[in-house]
Each structure stands twice: as structure tokens, then as C-alpha cells.
């Protein structure tokens, strides 16, 4: 039989309650020539029983727990595709994704990774927020900025040609929470950006999102922001590391994290002096928090 055209990844570790969704969503895609390898991660609540329910229709694999990365990398290098593409188990795609998603790279071949739009669901699957202001063309210095929306859905929205993930290194697997943004930035420092502006994503908001550990965000991104500049990108350094602390100063201070937001807003004020007005406001929203 021909390689299939899109190999699909889902990494699960204990999301037996939602990997049906996330399995059947890519089995009602558009596109027939896919291949859906789900990589277990050391499930101890039933998954494997529902994987085996699908029979041939996917193919699942197991290992011991190692993390998110080391999933996505594990199904990588099993896949056949020209095509790479990732979905979180607790996460479901709308059934024209990876279509309009090929359309596009066939539309420009050069593209390194293309994006979609979003719908925020709670636990339940009921949609409460959507996101379509995602970025296309040159995008690498937005990211370091963190003053905006530029890759939208996380790895869920994801799709890169093969060569170009393998050329981008796979991913850390030192990274959980943000591993993403490291894909994302080893690839788009090299390439443009794609972007359909349509909703095709729904990612789930619940209580067990790795993107709640704001601690296990400040270590990755640390990393992450080690690994930028060590390849040679000087732009605004100081602002970059500035914007990021202010973004973790703000996650921990919504989370009642009052030491780590101190922390972090000096740092951020002392790489970027502008960004102290901003933290001017802090008290008194405290007090209208109250």
C-alpha cells in the first residue's frame, strides 16, 4: 500500500474519558489518506481497552510513561506520512482541519508548519471562547515578544511537513508545558508561517491542563529562551525576557502565587523598564480581587 499522505499523532497518558472524541474527530476528517498512531504513555485507567476497540482502524502503542515529547517523537518515528500532525488526547479537531490545512501547503510549498483556529471547551465539551487571531508569514520574533497571539492551539492545531519536523530537531524532550513553543520556534525561525482563520480545533480548559503549571512553565521556557538565543537571535533580548517574565508574573499572581509574581515582575521591570507601569496596577487589582 502507497504512504499515507498525513500522519496523525495523539499522545494519551490517562484520557480514557475523552479519547474517543479526540480518535473518532480525525476518523471523520474530510480527508481519507491518514494514518492515526496513538502513542500511550503509560495509561493506567482503560485506555487500553478503548484502543483496542478501534482494531486496524489506528494503530496503538504503548510505553512506559516518559512524557508528552517523548510520545510525540515515538510516533513520529513510526509514521509514514509526508505530513505530521498532533492531537492531545483531551482535544478533537472539526472534520475539515487537516483538508483545509493541505490546501494551504499545497497552496505554498514552503511553508514550514501551518495553524487554525480555536474554540476553548470546559470539561464538558461546551464551547466558551473562540480564537481566530492567530499569525501567518514571519512569526519568530512575535513569539519571543509574548505580547500576543501568534501560534494558536498548542500542538493540537499543529501540522508540519515531515522533513521539516526531523530538520527542526523533533521535540525537547527536556519540555512538558512548553514544548510546544519550542517546535514552534525552531521551525519558524526557518520558515513562514501558515494560517487558516477558521475554528477546526477544540481544545479543552479543565483542571489537569499541563499549561496550569505555571512553575513547570517558567523552567521550560527558560530553556526555551536559552536554546533562541543560543542560535544566533540578538533582537531585543532584553525586551523578550522582560515580556516573559511580566507574562509569568501574571500567571502566578492569578493563581495566588504572591512570591513568584514579586519575583518574576522584578525581573521582568529590570529587563524592561517600560514594562513598570504595568505592574503599577497589580494592587489594586488585588483589591478588586478580593
Known amino acids: 500500500m502507497p504512504d499515507p499522505k498525513v500522519s496523525v499523532i495523539i499522545p494519551n497518558y ?41 482494531g486496524e482502524r489506528i494503530r496503538a502503542v504503548f510505553q512506559q510513561n516518559q512524557g508528552v515529547s517523548a510520545a510525540r517523537n515515538h510516533g513520529v518515528s513510526l509514521s509514514q506520512g509526508e505530513f505530521v500532525a ?23 510549498p514552503g511553508l514550514g508548519l501551518v495553524h487554525v483556529g480555536v474554540v476553548d471547551v470546559d470539561g464538558d465539551g461546551k464551547e466558551f471562547r473562540e480564537h481566530i487571531d492567530g499569525l501567518e508569514g514571519s512569526v519568530s520574533e512575535d513569539l519571543l515578544y509574548f505580547d500576543k497571539s501568534v501560534i494558536l492551539g498548542g500542538g493540537s492545531g499543529l501540522m508540519v511537513p515531515r522533513r521539516i519536523f526531523d530538520e527542526a530537531g523533533g521535540f525537547d524532550a527536556r519540555l512538558s508545558t512548553s514544548a ?93 523598564p517600560a514594562n513598570l507601569g504595568y505592574f503599577l496596577q497589580f494592587p489594586l487589582r488585588r483589591v478588586r480581587a478580593k
Open 86 to 108: 498532533f492531537l492531545d488526547a483531551d482535544d478533537a479537531w472539526l472534520p475539515g482541519k487537516i483538508e483545509r490545512q493541505l490546501d494551504m501547503f499545497e497552496g505554498d
Open 14 to 54: 490517562n484520557y480514557s474519558q475523552y479519547l474517543r472524541e479526540a480518535i473518532d474527530s480525525v476518523l471523520a476528517q474530510t480527508v481519507a489518506d491518514i494514518e492515526i498512531i496513538v502513542v500511550d504513555d503509560g495509561s493506567t485507567d482503560g485506555s487500553k481497552e478503548i484502543l483496542a476497540g478501534y
Open 180 to 272: 510546544d513553543w519550542d517546535m514552534f520556534y525552531q521551525i519558524c525561525r526557518r520558515y513562514s508561517v501558515g494560517f487558516v482563520p477558521e475554528v477546526l480545533l477544540k481544545y479543552r480548559v479543565h483542571s489537569s491542563n499541563m499549561h496550569g503549571n505555571i512553575g513547570a512553565m517558567e523552567h521550560d521556557m527558560l530553556i526555551c529562551f536559552e536554546k533562541a538565543f543560543a542560535n544566533g537571535h540578538v533582537t531585543a533580548r532584553d525586551k523578550c525576557y522582560g515580556n516573559l517574565h511580566k507574562m509569568l508574573a501574571g500567571s502566578y499572581f492569578r493563581g495566588g502565587k504572591y512570591p513568584e509574581f514579586a519575583r518574576n515582575a522584578f525581573l521582568s521591570i529590570w529587563k524592561r
